[in-house]
């Protein structure tokens, strides 16, 4: 199971009260996810909030995703896809319009076959990486940009700068998660 939270400098203010509203989760079966509410700049969220309450999710045994990019995004991936209550066919979740100027296809609600429109999901299929990229340590545990926001002309958008985060925090944060998960998992 996948508990999501979608916090901004407000919801870690009191992030504890979270914690001890699903303390009783089974370890082995729970990932909180964190993610920063879209529409909130990074730099407006004091980085000691952030760093607490991933603390507070690892000090009490929680499996975390927080730097998701950290490995292909979900929605890059062929077999994922997200199916909107009207049918609409979507593959990220983080767009700000559920609606046809953002879908991907359509749910053909009699075979329950989904119906891609090649010209809108032209960009999963492009594999070029930005030289930035291709220069960075961080590539294969990345695995590079996302896909979404290079075909709309970010060439050089980056998981750790959209978090606001440096390479020796990404890499703590996933040495503890993976130091939380031999102990969860034994």
Known sequence: MYVRI???ENT???FENIVNKISDLDRKRTTVIMKKIWQVNEKGID???ITNAIHSLLVNSFIIDYYGQGGWCFA???????????????????ISHFDESESLGDLNL???EIIWDNE???YLHDERISDNCLACKMLPKCGGPCRR?????????CFLNDQGIT???FALIHMQINYIKSKVYG
């Open 110 to 112: 009699e075979t329950g």
């Open 47 to 49: 980085k000691n909030l």
């Open 149 to 157: 926001q290079m075909s709309r002309g970010l060439k050089s958008h």
């Open 12 to 14: 870690l203010k009191d």
């Open 167 to 169: 390479m020796d925090d």
């Open 76 to 94: 890059d991936m062929d077999n994922q896809v997200t199916i909107n209550y009207d049918g609409g066919i979507f593959k990220c979740t983080t």
């Open 120 to 122: 809108k999901t032209a």
């Open 6 to 8: 979608n916090f901004d």
